[in-house]
């Protein structure tokens, strides 16, 4: 076990949608999916109240993401809400960029100023193979209007898939040399049968010590609502590169973060199958004080919680679709 250092649970992983337009090759069994139907998922008003009770029980900043959040209607009237909710200090998103281009400009003016942008690859063949669809056009006009309207910080996630995009590597990182972005690589999560993470997965060690060539890489520090990324500086570089290592070095004592399904169930762990159900007793009336006695239960089962990394086996048992990463 290790040592039961107190860490501050202060991060909400709000998942919005269980839908996406794509269909990325590592995110989930698609034949075992089944999409919620559209009652079973938390209304924006739902999320507001408990993004308003959660702030109550310290929660700071919230991340926005899904399935694709953009794809849900209203999300734009729901960013501007959320940011308006007292307690919470920063608002997020997740995307994969699709919709962006068109809905980049109405976001702005919400406020919203942090964007995650999920890019796998610069090359359309690849993003193609990656997602199952072909909608890189969309994407990089989506970062490139993203750029122009002047949202920072701008996070590039790129999920590092061995024999698919691991000769890409310097091509994305060079990103944050030519654009003030945050280029961050992530180890992929067992998500897929073990045969193909065996196949696809590159620890991160790996990733760094390829990305060598492009210079000393100097550690910057983590604020205390950062997520599990170490972030590097390079000479001549406008951005940064952050590397995520949930398989190779995953550290509960430093994880922040609950997840709220879009299903309404608050997740204290990725790794755990636990869930606490939110949406019944919310939908049977259940009292602010109630309600928040199960965000404290959450909190207190992950302060709890200081096992060795998991198993990295398995995964399957919730999409990342619903549990939005
Ligand atoms: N649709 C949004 C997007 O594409 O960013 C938000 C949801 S997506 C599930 C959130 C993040 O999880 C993405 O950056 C995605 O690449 C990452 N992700 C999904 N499955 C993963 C896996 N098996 N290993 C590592 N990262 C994964």
Redesign the pocket.
């Known amino acids: 076990m290790e040592p039961s250092t107190p860490r501050e649970i202060n991060y909400l992983r709000l998942s919005i949608t269980d839908r996406?337009q794509?269909r990325?090759c590592?995110?989930t069994y698609w034949q075992d999916w089944q999409q919620l139907p559209s009652g079973e998922i938390l209304s924006y008003e739902e999320l507001l109240r408990l993004a308003g009770i959660a702030a109550s029980l310290g929660i700071r900043k919230v991340r926005v993401?899904?399935?694709?959040?953009l794809v849900r209607r209203g999300v734009v009237n729901f960013l501007h809400s959320l940011q308006r909710t007292p307690g919470i200090e920063e608002v997020c998103l997740?995307?994969?960029g699709v919709l962006l281009a068109n809905l980049a400009s109405a976001l702005y003016e919400t406020g919203l100023r942090h964007l995650?942008?999920?890019l796998?690859t610069l090359r359309r063949e690849r993003y193609r193979q990656i997602t199952g669809r072909d909608n890189l056009g969309e994407v990089l006009a989506g970062l490139e209007r993203a750029v122009a309207l002047g949202f920072g910080p701008l996070k590039i996630?790129c999920?590092v898939l061995a024999g698919i995009n691991d000769d890409e590597l310097v091509d994305l990182a060079l990103l944050a040399r030519d654009h003030p972005f945050q280029v961050r690589f992530?180890?992929?999560?067992?998500?897929?049968s073990p045969r193909q993470w065996q196949q696809n997965f590159l620890p991160m060690t790996e990733v760094r010590r390829r990305l060598a060539v492009l210079g000393p890489m100097t550690a910057l520090g983590r604020g205390t609502t950062d997520g599990p990324a170490q972030i590097f500086r390079l000479p001549g570089f406008q951005g940064e590169l952050g590397f995520i290592t949930?398989i190779s070095s995953h550290h509960c004592r430093t994880c922040n973060r609950l997840r709220l399904t879009a299903a309404g169930a608050l997740r204290p762990c990725l790794f755990g199958d636990a869930e606490i159900e939110v949406k019944t007793p919310l939908r049977q009336g259940a009292s602010e004080v109630r309600l928040a006695s199960l965000f404290a239960e959450a909190i207190i089962q992950k302060s709890a919680r200081f096992s060795l990394p998991p198993s990295p086996f398995p995964l399957h048992s919730s999409s990342?679709?619903s549990i939005?990463?």
Request: hydrophobic share 30%.
């Open positions: 996406c794509l990325c590592y995110c993401t899904g399935g694709e959040p997740t995307t994969n995650n942008l999920s796998d996630n999920v992530i180890e992929l999560m067992p998500t897929v949930p990342m679709v939005g990463g």
